[in-house]
């Protein structure tokens, strides 16, 4: 009991460090790879060149960053009664500019009255790195469909997308850490995804057919408001 105690205490000073870090080194990133696009404008096209590595190399962090912490915040964060509606329209909204970026459209069907227990912030990690990998499928004029309902005692979310698809061999990768088909990909979102779920006391599942899309199933334990 007292190991455990400790344990899950020095797991909440982690998470909350990891917070704090995540939040302060986004900042500096970003003014970086700002001064770095200055300079690349005046620069001759070796220098040019070795700019853009540059650039790619600090979104390649940035990247990792997001997968992990993206509403990271450096207070603790608490476990709570979550909105699941209220969720997901959050984090899509998030994710609208990056799916009409490519011509596609993000559809939420909602059922009221989804309530399940966690802290906000890890759990809306979990849906957008669903989110944005159905996104990252699309081809132009392509769906995000996302629905939520209840079923029995536990509330289960589809994000669905009419994307890429993929083969029985990647299904059986998903979540694996660095696994990832994308040149900027960091293979890390699912696999974070998976522990979020698990930590919820819930499961996923993933149903995909090559070339037509693929759909994620999430149910989590239901709690009452
Ligand atoms: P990343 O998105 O950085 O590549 P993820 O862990 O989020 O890492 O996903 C791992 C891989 O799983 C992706 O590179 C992609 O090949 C595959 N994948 C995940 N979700 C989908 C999806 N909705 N449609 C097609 N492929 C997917
Ligand atoms: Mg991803």
């Known amino acids: 009991f ?10 909440e000073i982690i998470s909350e460090l990891a917070a704090s870090v995540a939040h302060e080194v986004r900042n500096p990133l970003q003014v970086t790879r700002g001064f770095l696009q200055i300079i ?10 070795y700019l853009q590595l540059a650039i790619s190399e600090l979104d390649r962090a940035a990247h990792i960053i997001n997968d992990f912490l ?10 709570e009664c979550l909105d699941v509606g ?5 984090v899509a909204g998030i994710l609208l500019p990056l799916a009409k970026m490519q011509e596609s459209t993000i559809e ?18 979990a849906l957008i790195n669903l989110i944005k990998n159905g996104i990252e499928a699309l081809q132009e004029n392509g769906l995000v469909s996302i629905s939520a309902w209840k079923s029995g005692s ?53 149903k995909s057919v090559k070339g037509k899309g693929t759909e994620a199933i999430v149910k989590l334990p239901a709690v009452k408001p």
Not at 40 to 49: A, M
Not at 70 to 79: E, I, L, R, Y
Not at 178 to 206: C, D, H, P, Q, W
């Open 2 to 11: 007292n190991n455990d105690l400790q344990r899950s205490e020095k797991m």
């Open 40 to 49: 690349g404008e005046g620069s001759d096209s070796k220098e040019k060149e």
């Open 70 to 79: 993206t509403f990271a915040k450096p207070q603790t964060d608490t476990v």
């Open 86 to 90: 209220g969720e997901l329209r959050h």
């Open 108 to 125: 939420i069907q909602l059922e009221d009255g989804l309530y399940v227990k966690f802290s906000s912030s890890k759990f809306k990690q």
């Open 154 to 206: 536990h509330v289960v979310i589809s994000i669905r997308d009419s994307g890429e698809g993929m083969t029985a061999g990647e299904l059986a990768r998903l979540g694996e850490p660095y696994f990832s088909n994308k040149t900027k990909g960091t293979g890390l979102g699912l696999m974070v995804t998976f522990r979020i779920i698990e930590a919820m006391n819930g499961t996923i599942e993933f």
